[in-house]
């Protein structure tokens, strides 16, 4: 068993699977057939987290700034997230998606798992998925009206995206050294470690080299 090589098993693990269109191009495809290459991967790794006893992790679908890519891209990367669901519903875990639903670009078919975890299977992990996320607008919960004034309210409760837990450490695929705003109350303390190949590209050994290096972290979270 893998998980005999490693005694510091995160709880929760992000993901963000970047690299989709330059992977497209590398191939000769059309940028928005990535997408499409993408959905997999994160079976293959939720399959490695269940053997590994993972109890949460968080995926990036696609961020609000995403929608202002061309039609054909936002229409691609919104149907893989569609169909990577629907792949999901029939395995186990807890889903819940957390994004801007008000808008017209967030996918009628997601709306009855958001702000409300649904049940999968026997539901042995907690699946968030960030569909149509912004980290200002995640944050913007935190406040309030009153009596016309803005009032500061207890943050991490008010937040769009409470039920999601601090993140333990956040895996970004495509070589790109920044966090691009996920999740940022809850990945202040994360560990955060990058893999050069492209998403689509994914293999096991990548998540178990962030296994490895995580095994070296040190978890003061911020002592």
């Not at 079976?43 to 700034?65: P, Q, R, S, W």
């Not at 009153?146 to 999601?164: M, Q, T």
């Amino acid at each position: 068993m893998e998980n005999k090589l490693f005694t510091r098993i995160p709880n929760h693990i992000g993901i963000i699977p970047d690299g989709n269109r330059r992977w497209a191009e590398s191939k000769n495809y059309e940028k928005q057939q990535g997408y499409t290459h993408g959905i997999m991967p994160g079976f293959e790794i939720y399959e490695l987290m269940l053997e590994l006893g993972v109890k949460e992790a968080t995926f990036y679908g696609f961020t609000m700034d995403n929608t202002k890519r061309a039609k054909v891209q936002t229409q691609a990367f919104v149907k893989a997230c569609v169909d990577a669901v629907e792949i999901l519903a029939n395995r186990d875990a807890n889903l819940l998606v957390i994004g801007n639903e008000d808008s017209t670009v967030f996918p009628k078919e997601l709306l009855k798992y958001v702000n409300k975890r649904v049940l999968f299977g026997q539901g042995l992990m907690n699946i968030n998925f960030l569909v149509n996320y912004d980290w200002q607008w995640d944050l913007s919960h935190a406040y309030h009206l009153d009596n016309n004034e803005k009032k500061k309210i207890d943050l991490y409760s008010s937040i769009a995206s409470s039920d999601i837990s601090r993140v333990d450490l956040i895996i970004r695929w495509g070589g790109r050294r920044r966090l691009s705003g996920f999740l940022p109350v809850q990945s202040v303390y994360s560990d955060f470690y990058v893999v050069d190949d492209y998403w689509p590209d994914f293999k096991k050994e990548q998540f178990y080299e962030a296994l490895k290096w995580y095994q070296t972290s040190d978890a003061t979270l911020g002592g």
